[in-house]
């Protein structure tokens, strides 16, 4: 028998389906769309006093003092680089990690293991900073002290240039590997369990069975994250940068997005931090569209 | 044959149990480290000495630590988390609601969905965001913390996608019957989305309990600022010592090391406490909301 279909609605039966999605929709407007419109500052020289209507307008002077400041192209090299050391082993670690996992065969000590590492994803990265710099001073922190113990000299983490940056992608890696890891546990419990008796009966060894079933199995998933991960190159993690770095370290670890804050909010340079800010934009927009279109042509990807 | 192998699946057996307890580990002694210290006296703290365990005992920081800009800011933050989670909520509801008819029976559904992915996608950035704020006349005020983040499109589409497997023909019997699609929504989806409305609520709260910039970049009313804020400022002022090249980090300082310690611990109890709850919950959240679609 044939399931009755019902019709597409007309207007006077989705009137009710339009109104639940009006509040939602003003919020998006106000809060998402308008201040787009706010990207003319990056056209002026804007003065809060005269508003929008009231700045002169500068055509692309903007955007032209910004390619001759020195500025510029450190803090781009910074953000790609730490963005990039972030991207590469945030996205083995949590494979890795699930792999290794999954050989654990006591349920107790699996489920320990789990709640010890997804933990840090919810502590903000204020607590994790105020931590991290508790813990990682070079007179008296912790980790420096257990260094001292076995006979390693003290390495200032927090102040050192070179050391900072593996300080951040260290930390990064290690605050989210664990959740990042819950996606692969849910693809690896997926995986058919009659596989692996099939190799077993093939005689593969359990490097073998990891080689040839497991990882095949995982194998969408990490392409999916491969792919969307991309999308965050110009992105090496305000909220961490911003809880951790000092002056000290300023020259290899001011990024885009910190460098916005100071010259925009701190020395009220709106216009010119609002130029950098929207050819970051610009450049995500591009690179994130692009992943997901990626992600939809090799991993069948939808958002909606 | 046999016993080599076994030899060796042992030696693996004992690595991979090894080095997954050591990650663990490692993940979770710096907050049992800030601990100890937050329990500790201020001397010991001062000579280094405490490791994982507290020493020469002292309830002192944490008596310290409940002085008037903390209990304020935590006050802001407990209204911003109601206030907050109840806007969330009722947005992320009432949108993904509609959206998770198909396309082809609620018309200009797509144009809804790419206004929303474009949000993702493309914003206007720091300074447009903060002048905006200035002009609607928000800042400093409670409004700024809760309205800009009212609408998350991950929780919309997780709660979509949590929608879509539920079976349709519960609800289009309910229709043909004559009910209305607020009484559908009402009726059946909301008591049947408690697993997912509970994920929700938890990252609701976590959020607004974690967030931090927005106060930093639209309050400037120190009584206003909601916990996380005030605690950043409070470490950015204690970091500058402690980068500094010099090693004489004065005494009064170490003393405060403990009640920074303490401060840290006591806006992590939150977390703790809803830990397990989330733990049970986000797995499967997760999943629905990333991986299927």
Known sequence: MIKPKLKPLKWKQSWQLHAMLLPGMIFVVLFAYLPMVGITIAFQDFNPTKGFFGSKWLGLDNFKYMLELPDTYRIVKNTVIIAALKIFFGFLAPIVFALLLNEVKNKLWKRGIQTFVYFPHFVSWVIMGGILVNILSRNGGAVNQLLVAIGIEPVFFLGDPGWFRVTLVVTDVLKEFGFGAIIYLAALSGINPALYEAAVIDGASRFKQTLHVTLPGIMHVAVLLGILSIGNILNAGFDQIFNLYNYLVLDSSEIIDTWVYSMGLLQAQYGLATAVGLLKSVVAFALIAGSYKLAVKFANYRIF | ?293
Request: charged residues 15%; proline residues 4%; aromatic residues 14%.
């Open chain 2, 1 to 293: 044959m046999r016993s080599t192998r076994s030899a060796g699946a042992t030696a693996f057996r004992l690595f991979n149990y090894g080095t997954l307890t050591l990650v663990a580990l490692l993940c979770i002694l710096p907050l049992v480290h800030i601990f100890a210290v937050s329990l500790s006296s201020a001397e010991a703290v001062n000579g280094n000495q405490v490791g994982l365990w507290p020493v020469d005992f002292s309830l002192g920081a944490y008596r310290a630590s409940f002085d008037a800009p903390f209990l304020s800011a935590l006050s802001v933050t407990m209204q911003r988390i109601v206030l907050g989670t109840a806007i969330n909520m009722l947005v992320t509801f009432l949108m993904a609601y509609p959206l998770s008819k198909e396309s082809d029976r609620f018309p200009y559904r797509n144009v809804y969905v790419w206004i929303l992915v474009f949000t993702m996608l493309f914003s206007g950035g720091l300074i447009p965001t903060y002048i905006l704020a200035k002009q609607l006349h928000l800042l400093n005020t409670m409004w700024v913390l809760v309205l800009p983040s009212a609408v998350n499109v991950f929780y919309i589409i997780l709660l979509l996608n949590f929608f879509r497997q539920l079976p349709k023909e519960i609800e289009e019997s309910a229709l043909m019957d004559g009910a209305s699609y607020f009484k559908s929504m009402y009726k059946i989806y909301l008591p049947l989305s408690k697993p997912v409305i509970a994920t929700l609520l938890l990252f609701c709260i976590v959020t607004h309990w974690n967030a931090w910039f927005d106060g930093i970049m639209f309050i400037n009313d120190t009584d206003k600022y909601p916990l996380q804020t005030y605690l950043q400022l409070l470490l950015q002022k204690s970091k500058s010592v402690l980068s500094l090249e010099d090693a004489k980090m004065a005494a009064e300082d170490a003393a405060k090391t403990s009640i920074y310690g303490a401060k840290m611990f006591l806006s992590l109890l939150p977390i703790i406490a809803l830990y397990p709850f989330l733990q049970k919950y986000f797995t499967e959240g997760i999943v629905i909301g990333a991986v299927k679609g």
